[in-house]
C-alpha cells in the first residue's frame, strides 16, 4: 500500500532516480537500467509560505514518462504507479501535474513541470522536478459605487481557450491559461468591453472595480511570496476610465500592443526584468554591465527572451536613473516609457526614450 504524502502548494519536488541493477553491477556499456520515481520533500520553506500553502495529496497528481520520440511508458496518478520501469538508454520525459487544465474554470490552480532526462547504461540519473504554479487567476471585487451603477448585469471573461461568466456575487478565482483575457461588461442589452488583463504563469491578479467619477484614482501593489506573484489593483470602469491608446502614460500600451504598432511614439508599460542585451540573448540577473539598454516583460518573472522588449537608453538623463549597473533595485520594477516604438537588438522595442515614470 502506497503513503499518502502531503506537501505544501508553493512547490512540489519530484524526484526522479535512474538506478542500474544491483545484482549483477553492470558495466558502463549496458543498455539497461531501472528508471524510479518518488516525491522528495521541499526545502527551503518559510513559516509565511507554509501558512499560505494549500496541501495537495502528490498521489494524485498526473504522472507522465514517455522516451522523446517513442513510447509512452506511464501516463497515469502518481499513486498509482509502477514502484520500477526498466528502460534503455534514451531521451525520457517526465511529466508531473497537479491536475488536467485546457479551458477558463472557477477554483482550479494547476501546479507542474517537465523536464527531460538522459538514461545510459550503468550510470545513475537523477532529477527533481519542482511543480509551480503555472497557470494564472483573476479575483474580482466589486465596490459599492461599480454594484450600484452596473448590478443588473455580470462580467464575461473571454481568453483563446474559451469564456467564464463572472457574477457580481461571485468570490472564487477565476483560472486561465497564460495569454490575454478581454473583460467585458454584460447586460441585457450588448457586452461593453471594460479592459484587456495579460497573464502570465504564476500570478494571481486581485481586481478592484468601481465606477467611473470625476477623478479616477487607481491605486498598484505587488506582493510576491513562493507560491505566485499577487497583482493587486483598482480599476474605474466608466467614461472615464483610458482607452489602451499609448498617448498617455494611464493608457500605456502593455508590451505585446506595443509590438503592433512599430513606428508609431507612444507611452508603454512593463517590468524591468533585465539587461546587457544583445541580438541572441538577455541577462536576466545582477550583476549587470551595459548601462545603455534594459529589457522589460509584461510579467517581473519573464525569463524568455522572445517574450522581452527592448528599450535603449541613449539620452543621459534617462539612462542616469534607470540603467541596472548603477541601479540594480530596479530589477523587477514596473516602468512606464515614453519613445519611438522600434526594432532594437531583433527585438521590437523602444528607441529615443524621452519620458519615464517608476
Same mark, same amino acid.
Request: with cysteine; aromatic share 10%.
Given at each position: 500500500?502506497?503513503?499518502?504524502? +502531503?506537501?505544501?502548494?508553493?512547490?512540489?519536488?519530484?524526484?526522479?532516480?535512474?538506478?542500474?541493477?544491483?545484482?549483477?553491477?553492470?558495466?558502463?556499456?549496458?543498455?539497461?537500467?531501472?528508471?524510479?520515481?518518488?516525491?522528495?520533500?521541499?526545502?527551503?520553506?518559510?513559516?509565511?509560505?507554509?501558512?499560505?500553502?494549500?496541501?495537495?495529496?502528490?498521489?494524485s497528481?498526473?504522472?507522465?514518462?514517455?522516451?522523446?520520440?517513442?513510447?509512452?511508458?506511464?501516463?497515469?496518478?502518481?499513486?498509482?504507479?509502477?514502484?520500477?520501469?526498466?528502460?534503455?538508454?534514451?531521451?525520457?520525459?517526465?511529466?508531473?501535474?497537479?491536475?488536467?487544465?485546457?479551458?477558463?474554470?472557477?477554483?482550479?490552480?494547476?501546479?507542474?513541470?517537465?523536464?527531460?532526462?538522459?538514461?545510459?547504461?550503468?550510470?545513475?540519473?537523477q532529477?527533481?522536478?519542482? !511543480?509551480?504554479?503555472?497557470?494564472?487567476?483573476?479575483q474580482?471585487t466589486?465596490?459599492?459605487?461599480?454594484?450600484?451603477?452596473?448590478?443588473?448585469?455580470?462580467?464575461?471573461?473571454?481568453?483563446?481557450?474559451?469564456?467564464?461568466?463572472?457574477?457580481?456575487?461571485?468570490?472564487?478565482?477565476?483560472?486561465?491559461?497564460p495569454?490575454?483575457?478581454?473583460?467585458?461588461?454584460?447586460d441585457?442589452?450588448?457586452?461593453?468591453?471594460?479592459?484587456?488583463?495579460?497573464?502570465?504563469?504564476?500570478?494571481?491578479?486581485? +481586481?478592484? +472595480?468601481?465606477?467611473?467619477?470625476?477623478?479616477?484614482?487607481?491605486?498598484?501593489?505587488?506582493?510576491?511570496?513562493?507560491?505566485?506573484?499577487?497583482?493587486?489593483?483598482?480599476?474605474?470602469?466608466?467614461?472615464?476610465?483610458?482607452? !489602451?491608446?499609448?498617448?498617455?502614460?494611464?493608457?500605456?500600451?502593455?508590451?505585446?500592443?506595443?509590438?503592433?504598432?512599430?513606428?508609431?511614439?507612444?507611452?508603454?508599460?512593463?517590468?524591468?526584468?533585465?539587461?546587457?542585451?544583445?541580438?541572441?540573448?538577455?541577462?536576466?540577473?545582477?550583476?549587470?554591465?551595459?548601462?545603455?539598454?534594459?529589457?522589460?516583460?509584461a510579467?517581473?518573472?519573464?525569463?524568455?527572451?522572445?517574450?522581452?522588449?527592448s528599450?535603449?537608453?541613449?539620452?543621459?538623463?534617462?539612462?542616469?536613473?534607470?540603467?541596472?549597473?548603477?541601479?540594480?533595485?530596479?530589477?523587477?520594477?514596473?516602468?512606464?516609457?515614453?519613445?519611438?516604438?522600434?526594432?532594437?537588438?531583433?527585438?521590437?522595442? +523602444?528607441?529615443?526614450?524621452?519620458?519615464?515614470?517608476?
Open positions: 500500500m502506497k503513503t499518502r504524502t +502531503l506537501l505544501p502548494a508553493s512547490a512540489f519536488v519530484l524526484l526522479a532516480l535512474a538506478t542500474t541493477f544491483c545484482t549483477p553491477a553492470p558495466t558502463p556499456s549496458s543498455s539497461r537500467a531501472i528508471l524510479r520515481i518518488a516525491f522528495a520533500e521541499p526545502v527551503g520553506q518559510t513559516p509565511l509560505a507554509a501558512t499560505r500553502a494549500a496541501a495537495y495529496d502528490t498521489n497528481f498526473i504522472l507522465t514518462v514517455a522516451q522523446s520520440g517513442g513510447d509512452t511508458l506511464y501516463n497515469g496518478a502518481y499513486g498509482a504507479r509502477p514502484d520500477a520501469f526498466e528502460v534503455s538508454n534514451g531521451t525520457y520525459e517526465i511529466t508531473a501535474l497537479s491536475r488536467r487544465f485546457t479551458a477558463p474554470e472557477f477554483d482550479a490552480p494547476q501546479y507542474g513541470d517537465r523536464q527531460m532526462i538522459v538514461i545510459q547504461g550503468g550510470q545513475d540519473t532529477v527533481s522536478l519542482c !511543480c509551480k504554479l503555472i497557470n494564472a487567476s483573476i474580482f466589486f465596490a459599492e459605487s461599480f454594484t450600484k451603477k452596473y448590478g443588473n448585469g455580470y462580467l464575461l471573461l473571454q481568453s483563446a481557450s474559451g469564456e467564464l461568466i463572472y457574477g457580481l456575487q461571485e468570490k472564487r478565482e477565476s483560472w486561465f491559461l495569454g490575454n483575457v478581454m473583460v467585458l461588461y454584460h441585457r442589452e450588448a457586452d461593453t468591453p471594460l479592459f484587456n488583463r495579460v497573464l502570465s504563469a504564476g500570478e494571481r491578479h486581485r +481586481l478592484t +472595480l468601481n465606477a467611473s467619477s470625476d477623478q479616477a484614482a487607481a491605486g498598484f501593489s505587488i506582493e510576491v511570496d513562493t507560491t505566485s506573484v499577487t497583482i493587486a489593483e483598482s480599476i474605474v470602469v466608466g467614461p472615464s476610465y483610458p482607452a !489602451c491608446n499609448g498617448l498617455t502614460k494611464e493608457s500605456a500600451y502593455d508590451v505585446a500592443t506595443a509590438a503592433q504598432h512599430l513606428g508609431d511614439t507612444a507611452w508603454v508599460w512593463g517590468y524591468i526584468v533585465g539587461g546587457d542585451l544583445t541580438t541572441s540573448g538577455i541577462k536576466f540577473e545582477a550583476p549587470f554591465e551595459k548601462s545603455s539598454n534594459l529589457a522589460i516583460a510579467s517581473a518573472l519573464e525569463k524568455e527572451r522572445s517574450k522581452c522588449f528599450v535603449e537608453l541613449s539620452r543621459a538623463a534617462i539612462r542616469t536613473p534607470l540603467n541596472l549597473v548603477d541601479h540594480p533595485e530596479n530589477l523587477g520594477r514596473k516602468i512606464y516609457l515614453r519613445g519611438l516604438l522600434s526594432t532594437y537588438f531583433s527585438l521590437p522595442g +523602444l528607441k529615443s526614450v524621452s519620458d519615464y515614470a517608476l
